[in-house]
C-alpha cells in the first residue's frame, strides 16, 4: 500500500547545531505537507509544497520537494529550544483528500 | 473562537466495553479525521468524513465505527475495547477541497483499556 518513510526517528543536537528530516515515498505524491507536534500537544501544521522541484522557507526552516515529487526534507538551521518536539511528513495521492503521515522525526535540543 | 474540540481529554476503561470518543468542530469543515498515535508508527487514520453521511474507512478501521449525522459532529465508536485499542487520539479537521487541505487538529484523547 502506500507508504510515506520518514527518517531518522530521532535526533540530538547541540543547540546550534543544524537539523534535517527526510521523507520518502515509492509513489509519486500529488503534495506534501510538514507539521509540528511539541511535546504533549497536537500536530501543527507548518507548510505544503506542491509543484516538482519546490523549495519554501519560513525563517530558519527549509523545506523542499524532490522533483519526482517522491521526496521531501525539512532542514532547520541552527537549532534554538524551541524547535523541540516531534516533525511530520504526510503526503497526499491521487488528491483522494487523505494524508499517509510518517513516522515523525524527534528533535531534542541540548542547549 | 472554540475550534476543534475533543472530550474526553482522557479515559480509562476495561476490555470489552464500549467507549466513545467525541470531536466537536466548529468551523464547517468538510472533512474530518480521526487518527490514532502509538509510538513508532506515527499517526495513523482510522475513519474519514467527506461530509455529513458519508465515511470512510482509513488504513485502521477494524474495531471502530464512526457516524456523522452533523457537519460539525464526529463520534468515534470503540464497540467492544481491547488492550491494543491503548492509544492517543487526534480528531481533525479541513476544509477539504481539491487537494488535501491544512488539517487541524484537536487537543487528542489518551484512551487506556485495561
Known amino acids: 500500500g502506500q507508504q510515506v518513510m520518514q527518517i531518522p526517528q530521532y535526533q540530538h543536537v547541540q543547540e546550534g547545531e543544524d537539523f534535517t528530516t527526510y521523507c520518502n515515498s515509492s509513489t509519486t505524491l500529488s503534495n506534501i505537507q510538514w507539521y509540528k507536534q511539541r511535546p504533549g500537544g497536537h500536530p501543527v501544521f507548518l507548510i505544503q509544497?506542491?509543484?516538482?522541484?519546490e523549495v519554501k522557507k519560513q525563517k530558519r526552516l527549509t523545506f523542499q520537494f524532490g522533483e519526482a515529487k517522491k521526496n521531501s526534507s525539512l532542514h532547520i538551521t541552527a537549532t534554538q529550544t524551541t524547535d523541540v518536539g516531534t516533525y511530520f511528513c504526510?503526503?497526499?495521492?491521487?488528491?483522494?483528500?487523505?494524508?499517509?503521515f510518517g513516522q515523525g522525526t524527534e528533535l531534542s535540543v541540548k542547549p | 473562537d472554540a475550534g476543534i474540540t475533543q472530550s474526553p481529554r482522557y479515559k480509562i476503561t476495561e476490555t470489552g466495553r464500549q467507549v466513545t470518543l467525541m470531536c466537536h468542530q466548529t468551523?464547517?469543515?468538510?472533512?474530518m479525521f480521526w487518527y490514532r498515535q502509538d509510538l513508532g508508527h506515527g499517526l495513523r487514520l482510522i475513519y474519514y468524513?467527506?461530509?455529513?453521511?458519508?465515511?470512510d474507512k482509513g488504513e485502521v478501521p477494524d474495531g471502530y465505527v464512526v457516524s456523522r449525522s452533523k457537519t460539525e459532529n464526529f463520534p468515534l465508536t470503540l464497540e467492544s475495547a481491547t488492550r491494543s485499542q491503548t492509544s492517543v487520539y487526534f480528531c481533525?479537521?479541513?476544509?477539504?477541497?481539491?487537494?488535501?487541505?491544512?488539517?487541524?487538529f484537536g487537543p487528542g484523547t489518551r484512551l487506556t483499556v485495561l
Open positions: 509544497l506542491v509543484k516538482s522541484g
Open positions: 481533525a479537521s479541513s476544509l477539504g477541497l481539491r487537494q488535501a487541505d491544512t488539517q487541524y
Open positions: 468524513s467527506a461530509a455529513a453521511d458519508i465515511t
Open positions: 468551523w464547517s469543515h468538510s472533512y
Open positions: 504526510a503526503g497526499e495521492y491521487n488528491q483522494g483528500g487523505k494524508l499517509i
